[in-house]
T-cell receptor, first 110, second 115 residues
Framework: KNEVEQSPQNLTAQEGEFITINCSYS?????LHWLQQHPGGGIVSLFMLSSGKKKHGRLIATINIQEKHSSLHITASHPRDSAVYIC????????????FGKGTKLSVKP | DAGVTQSPTHLIKTRGQQVTLRCSPKSGHDTVSWYQQALGQGPQFIFQ???????QRGNFPDRFSGHQFPNYSSELNVNALLLGDSALYLC??????????????FGAGTRLSVL
């Protein structure tokens, strides 16, 4: 069992829809990362959060440390949001290395 | 201010050969982590370098080795290449070593194909 689980694996939405991607983890962590990977490989760090909620533009990330669960929301989705979204947790509680989920492939149709 | 840069972008090798991948961290960062991402999978941690030493290592054989230079740039070396080593290799930089709570910045990756 992967220590970081994401759902759904694939997600297709219409432009303008509100999108939620979920991440559950079994390791004890102090913070969780949300990353975006476009075709071709480049990864962009979206958020690192340890409690509560963070917002950047149309992206919102929430985390509940006690429940070991985090969500990434995209409001008013757009085709350019199409990418793979990955959550990652630091292994062993330190920031030494990251354990990645398998990613959620999002496709937003115009 | 350049972000994390990796070279080369693509590489084709044959089984048994050796390969060296390079990474320059984001300006001001002193810690470099390397990840292997197989097709359709999430990245897997290989190792992390801080202060020119390997500080943490994932579950990868000794064929995978690395180095960090005084300017904080890093190399990943893979010896005796296997077909299964074909993957995207990602480098990420951050500040402050193992206990840092700073975000990691990723490079675009090097796509290695082993034939």
């Amino acid at each position: 069992k992967n220590e970081v689980e994401q759902s759904p694996q694939n997600l297709t939405a219409q432009e303008g829809e509100f999108i939620t991607i979920n991440c559950s983890y079994s390791v004890g962590i102090s913070a969780l990362h949300w990353l975006q990977q476009h075709p071709g490989g480049g990864i962009v760090s979206l958020f690192m959060l340890s409690s509560g909620k963070k917002k950047h533009g149309r992206l919102i990330a929430t985390i509940n440390i006690q429940e070991k669960h985090s969500s990434l929301h995209i409001t008013a989705s757009h085709p350019r949001d199409s990418a793979v979204y990955i959550c990652a947790a630091p292994y062993g509680g330190s920031q030494g290395n990251l354990i990645f989920g398998k990613g959620t492939k999002l496709s937003v149709k115009p | 201010d350049a972000g994390v840069t990796q070279s080369p972008t693509h590489l084709i090798k044959t089984r048994g050969q050796q390969v060296t991948l390079r990474c320059s961290p984001k300006s001001g960062h002193d810690t470099v982590s390397w990840y292997q991402q197989a097709l359709g999978q999430g990245p897997q941690f290989i190792f992390q370098y801080y202060e020119e030493e390997e500080r943490q290592r994932g579950n990868f054989p000794d064929r995978f080795s690395g180095h960090q230079f005084p300017n904080y740039s890093s190399e990943l070396n893979v010896n005796a290449l296997l077909l299964g080593d074909s993957a995207l290799y990602l480098c990420a930089s951050s500040l402050g070593g193992l206990l840092a709570k700073n975000i990691q910045y990723f490079g675009a990756g090097t796509r290695l194909s082993v034939l």
